[in-house]
């Protein structure tokens, strides 16, 4: 929303707005996410929540905030979704209903066409009260740029950027370290394949290098 005065009147004139949530896993982002959502919901606007279909961590219907409770991941708040995985079904999915804010969940786990979707809606809706809030990994395990994540940090007009504890040591924790698993680029996984880590303790994947 940007503020200006007029003939000595403040003129309220509303702007789209892109926020993006990013960290390493195990720092909050999607409780952040979901929070932001909550709050939204209190404030009486309409809410739509796209989710990729690759994440298959949760049912494909809502999205899911997790924290360790003796030694297990455990799922403690939820929030409503739709499950995509193409433009195309995107695009649908925007059509089914209007929205104030949309919220994409685990946003590098969507091909290059989210950074063309979402241009597309900021775009088309630049004048309206819309408010876009992504949330992902902005790196991989191997501590390189994540999918569409760079892009779309880019473009943000605000970014949060998150920090988890370190599973070794105890300090901030800026990257994501995977524990064997395969050597591909996008495992989808949680407690027990990943843990969160800072510089000193992050060591490359054994998968990965061998």
């Known amino acids: 929303m940007i503020k ?22 195990f720092s909050s982002k999607s409780a952040t996410l979901i929070q932001l959502l909550e709050n939204a919901t209190y404030a009486r606007k309409q809410i739509l929540v796209i989710k990729p279909a690759l994440d298959k961590r ?40 209007y929205f104030h804010v949309l919220g994409i969940e685990e946003a590098q786990f969507l091909g290059p066409w989210i950074i063309t979707a979402v241009k597309e809606l900021l775009s088309e809706r ?55 698993g395969t050597s591909d680029r996008i495992q989808v996984g949680d407690l027990g394949l990943y843990e969160a880590r800072c510089r000193q303790c992050h060591t490359p994947n054994v998968a990965s290098s061998s």
Do not use: W
Not at 58 to 76: A, F, L, N, W
Not at 132 to 138: F, R
């Open 126 to 180: 630049a004048h309206d009260d819309l408010r876009i809030i992504v949330a992902g990994l902005d790196m991989t395990a191997n501590m390189e740029p994540f999918g569409s994540m760079p892009q779309l940090l880019a473009m943000a007009d605000e970014v949060i950027k998150l920090h988890a504890v370190c599973f070794k040591c105890g300090k901030d924790a800026r990257y994501t370290q995977k524990l064997g």
């Open 58 to 97: 949760s049912v494909e219907t809502e999205i899911t905030t997790r924290k360790i409770i003796r030694g297990r991941s455990t799922v403690i708040n939820k929030f409503p979704a739709n499950n995509v995985n193409t433009l195309r079904e995107f695009r649908k999915a925007l059509k089914e209903r």
């Open 4 to 25: 200006f005065v007029y003939l000595n009147k403040e003129v309220l004139v509303m702007s789209a707005r892109l926020e993006v949530i990013t960290g390493p896993m």
